[in-house]
Nanobody
């Protein structure tokens, strides 16, 4: 397991941008996937974007394609989510997570076993 600490959330107007960061502490060498998830009030948590740490390939939920970009630093110790053209429906608590299982290739959030505390993103119209 690793400890994950998110930062970078805040309040912006529709059309604005934010960059979320997630610092990983501990042994990160065994991480297979890292991802960003979000949960809005009254809604289920959903996967937003994920990255396979060894090859760098990414996947996104359709609603954020072309607007959000997931990336990692060279040391694979920090995960980023660049969010542009934000919409009010992007308002949620955003969580960073790490998976140590190949099951993460399925996209299932249940493959992720280390989670951050979350950071709030609020987009006003």
């Amino acid at each position: 397991q690793v400890q994950l600490v998110e930062s970078g959330g805040g309040s912006v107007q529709s059309g604005g941008s934010l960059r979320l960061s997630c610092a990983a502490f501990g042994y990160t060498g065994s991480i297979i996937c890292m991802g960003w998830f979000r949960q809005a009030p009254g809604k289920q948590r959903e996967g937003v974007a994920s990255i396979y740490t060894d090859v760098g390939s990414t996947r996104y939920v359709d609603s954020v394609k072309g607007r959000f970009t997931i990336s990692q630093n060279n040391a694979k110790s920090t995960l980023y989510l660049q969010m542009t053209s934000l919409k009010p429906e992007d308002t949620a608590t955003y969580y960073c997570a790490a998976s140590f299982s190949n099951d993460c290739y399925s996209g299932s959030q249940f493959a992720y076993t280390s989670w951050g505390q979350g950071t709030q993103v609020t987009v006003s119209s």
